[in-house]
């Protein structure tokens, strides 16, 4: 964890938040590959769940919104954990982690008492006690109370779902181990509504549509794990909740990253009561028979961003010794290799001219401008080639582009052409550059 988090830092990926005052416990700030590789998490996720489907739609709601919608949820009461701190040294932990003594010195705890992790805050010019409102803890509670809007806007009829990516936070106690537990993060949410009596089907439809997404994407397979929770662990919520657990290097060495519960009807009645109070103002037509009307059961996959991202970049993670670097260098040093997912890769290509002759920077700059229309695309003339392909390595870049004389002049190989070195394999292959867009779409979309 230490090696990836300070790879996350060197190369711009993930910084404390406004380190230059000493950062902010439990917040990140991403950089500009961290940034990138976030939104390729974010498209691809939504690409495979949103836009393939007939039956899925995304809403964008707001992180401040009406504090009836955290009474109604049960946030405003339940959304708690529970604190002890140590009379001693003053840590504070979460209370159902810990045993009876202070695990940084020893000393004694105090009494544990109950914490609303809701970030609270105030609308309006006047604080005052009507005024309060709340950071959003889950991004689903806007999914629901826009249940009504979408449903008949969009025409949707039942089982269908509704998405959302956005913001979440909520004030751990202990946040830590990077970005796994952080007070401001994203969440990927789906609610996919559906028949009561088909709820367990979806359940089960859904818990292994999501741990194939995560193998599809390069994650591997005895990485993750599937962990049904029991009945005295469910959420105040859920009538069933599987948690997919990754081989995180820390705590017992498997912890959740993705969520799926079934949380019946809960969210929909309790707003309905709420709202409108009426239980089943939210009912709907199950199959064509419009009297045969039932408020729907929610299957919840809820997907954590930041997590997903480490998660990633633990899996790609290789160190290589002995020299990975094909052409002019070989290194007895350690190379790292992120072999990330081309759809995750914050950067598709490097186009890497091999001197700075004029005429090989003005092919190189030709072809970088054209990749970069459709794909992150690194220009980079500085240092010797080896150490150039290790740069990229690191950072997971599939694609490494050289232009050399011969591809200005022609020689043993035709003029126009450049050399395109894969990641993975070190496999080198000759393209022409007219050709580079084309051949970039056929293994990147
Ligand atoms: P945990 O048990 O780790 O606190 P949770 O069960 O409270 O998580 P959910 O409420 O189910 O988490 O949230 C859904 C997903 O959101 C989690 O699977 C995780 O990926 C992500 N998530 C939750 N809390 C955090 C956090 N503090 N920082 C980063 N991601 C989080």
Redesign the pocket.
């Not at 809820?302 to 997903?308: A, E, F, N, T």
């Given at each position: 964890m230490d090696r990836i988090a300070n790879l996350c830092k060197r190369r711009g990926f993930i910084f404390p938040s406004a380190e230059i005052y000493g950062g902010f416990g439990?917040f990140w700030d991403w950089g500009p590959l961290g940034q990138k590789l976030k939104e390729n998490i974010k498209a691809a996720w939504w690409r495979d769940f949103v836009l393939l489907w007939d039956d899925v739609v995304g809403i964008d709601g707001t992180i401040i919104t009406n504090p009836k919608v955290w009474e109604a949820s049960g946030h405003a009461t339940n959304f708690t954990d529970v604190l002890v701190e140590c009379k001693k040294c003053h840590h504070r932990f979460k209370g159902d982690d810990i045993g009876q003594t202070c695990p940084d010195c020893g000393g004694q705890l105090t009494e544990p008492r109950r914490f609303n992790t809701m970030f609270k805050t105030t609308v309006g010019p006047v604080e005052e006690s009507g005024s309060v409102a709340y950071l959003r803890?889950?991004t689903c509670q806007t999914i629901f109370v826009n249940y009504e809007n979408v449903r008949e806007t969009m025409r949707m009829k039942l089982p269908f779902g509704i998405a959302q990516v956005g913001k979440?936070f909520?004030n751990?106690i202990t946040?830590g181990n990077f970005?796994?537990?952080?007070?401001e993060?994203?969440?990927m949410?789906l609610e996919y509504f559906v028949p009561p009596a088909e709820s367990r089907k979806y359940f089960d439809e859904w818990v292994t549509r999501c741990r194939q997404w995560l193998v599809d994407h390069g994650i591997k397979p005895e990485k993750i794990q599937l962990y049904e929770q029991k009945p005295d662990e469910l959420?105040h919520y859920s009538k069933a909740?599987t948690?997919?657990l990754y081989a995180f290097p820390f705590g017992k060495g498997w912890?959740?990253?993705?969520?799926i519960?079934n949380r019946g009807d809960y969210d929909l009645r309790q707003h309905g009561k709420m709202a409108r109070g009426d239980e089943q103002v939210f009912a709907t037509a199950i199959g064509d028979d419009p009297l045969a009307k039932q408020v729907p059961y929610v299957i919840e996959p809820?997907?954590?961003?930041?997590?997903?991202a480490l998660a990633f970049l633990l899996d790609a993670y290789d160190v290589v010794t002995g020299g990975r670097t094909t052409t002019t260098e070989s290194t007895k040093e350690e190379e790292v290799v992120l072999h990330l997912h081309p759809d995750i890769a914050p950067v598709k290509a490097a186009v890497l001219p091999l001197s700075k002759k004029p005429e090989l920077q003005k092919l190189a700059h030709e072809i970088t401008q054209k990749l970069r229309r459709s794909w992150t695309t690194m220009y980079d003339e500085t240092g010797s080639i080896g150490r150039r392909y290790r740069r990229q390595d690191e950072i997971g870049t599939p694609f490494c582009i050289t232009v050399d004389f011969e591809s200005v002049e022609g020689g043993k190989r035709p003029q126009g052409t450049v050399t395109i070195r894969h990641r993975d394999t070190m496999e080198q292959e000759v393209v022409d550059h007219n050709d580079l867009v084309a051949w970039m779409h056929e293994r990147l979309g």
């Open positions: 439990g803890p889950e979440s909520r751990e946040p970005v796994f537990r952080s007070r993060f994203e969440q949410e959420a909740t948690d997919i912890s959740e990253l993705w969520g519960a809820s997907l954590g961003l930041d997590r997903m």
